[in-house]
T-cell receptor, first 113, second 115 residues
C-alpha cells in the first residue's frame, strides 16, 4: 500500500514571496510523482511530474519540485508567487507497476497582495 | 489538446434516485477513471477502466457502478443516491503505454448534491 501526506492543509502567502508545499509518500516499490493544481471551479491540471533522471523538475508557471528518495519527499516550490497562483495543489504518486494514482489531501494556497 | 468533458457541472438529485454521470474523452485513451473529491480528503478513486467493458474497483466503490460500452465514454452510476454521496466527481483519462503517458487528464468536475 502507499500513502501520500501533504503536511500543510492551508498556506497563506503574500504576493511575490516564495512558497513551498510539502509532500511525503510511503511505498515499497519505486514511484512516479506528480503535482496537480486546481483553480477555483475547475478540474485538475498537471503542474509537473517526476518519472526518472534529474531529481529537480521544472513545471509550468514557474513551479519546480525536488524528488528526495531517501526522505521519500517531493516538495513543490515557487520563488515568487502571484495572485493568480491562488488554488488548491495536490501531490500524487503512482507505483511503477500500476496506473492508478494516489492523491494527498491537498494544500490550499491563498496569495494576498 | 486533450479534452475530457463531463455531462453536467452541477446536479441536484433526491435521495433514492438513480443518477448517471457521463464522461467523454477525445484522445483515444485506454484508461478512464472516476474520483470523488471531498474537502480534507483529496481525491479518492471510485472505479477505473482500462478497456471497453473492463472495470476495476478503486478505493471506495460501495454505492457506485460504472459502464464503459465505448472507448471514449465512461459512465458513473449511483444506483440509489444517498446524502453521503454529495460530493464533487471528477473524471480522468490516460494512455496505456510508455510511462511518460501515464499522466491523467481531468474533466472540469460535476458537483452533485443529494437532498
Amino acid at each position: 500500500a502507499q500513502s501520500v501526506t501533504q503536511l500543510d492543509s492551508q498556506v497563506p502567502v503574500f504576493e511575490e514571496a516564495p512558497v513551498e508545499l510539502r509532500c511525503n509518500y510511503s511505498s515499497s516499490v519505486s514511484v512516479y510523482l506528480f503535482w496537480y493544481v486546481q483553480y477555483p471551479n475547475q478540474g485538475l491540471q498537471l503542474l509537473l511530474k517526476y518519472l526518472s533522471g534529474s531529481t529537480l523538475v521544472k513545471g509550468i508557471n514557474g513551479f519546480e519540485a525536488e524528488f528526495n528518495k531517501s526522505q521519500t519527499s517531493f516538495h513543490l516550490r515557487k520563488p515568487s508567487v502571484h495572485i493568480s497562483d491562488t488554488a488548491e495543489y495536490f501531490c500524487a504518486v503512482r507505483r511503477s507497476n500500476d496506473y492508478k494514482l494516489s492523491f494527498g489531501a491537498g494544500t490550499t494556497v491563498t496569495v494576498r497582495a | 489538446d486533450v479534452k475530457v468533458t463531463q455531462s453536467s457541472r452541477y446536479l441536484v438529485k433526491r435521495t433514492g434516485e438513480k443518477v448517471f454521470l457521463e464522461c467523454v474523452q477525445d484522445m483515444d485513451h485506454e484508461n478512464m477513471f472516476w474520483y470523488r473529491q471531498d474537502p480534507g480528503l483529496g481525491l479518492r478513486l471510485i472505479y477505473f477502466s482500462y478497456d471497453v467493458k473492463m472495470k476495476e474497483k478503486g478505493d471506495i466503490p460501495e454505492g457506485y457502478s460504472v459502464s464503459r460500452e465505448k472507448k471514449e465514454r465512461f459512465s458513473l452510476i449511483l444506483e440509489s443516491a444517498s446524502t453521503n454521496q454529495t460530493s464533487m466527481y471528477l473524471c480522468a483519462s490516460s494512455f496505456l503505454g510508455p510511462e511518460s503517458y501515464y499522466e491523467q487528464y481531468f474533466g472540469p468536475g460535476t458537483r452533485l448534491t443529494v437532498t
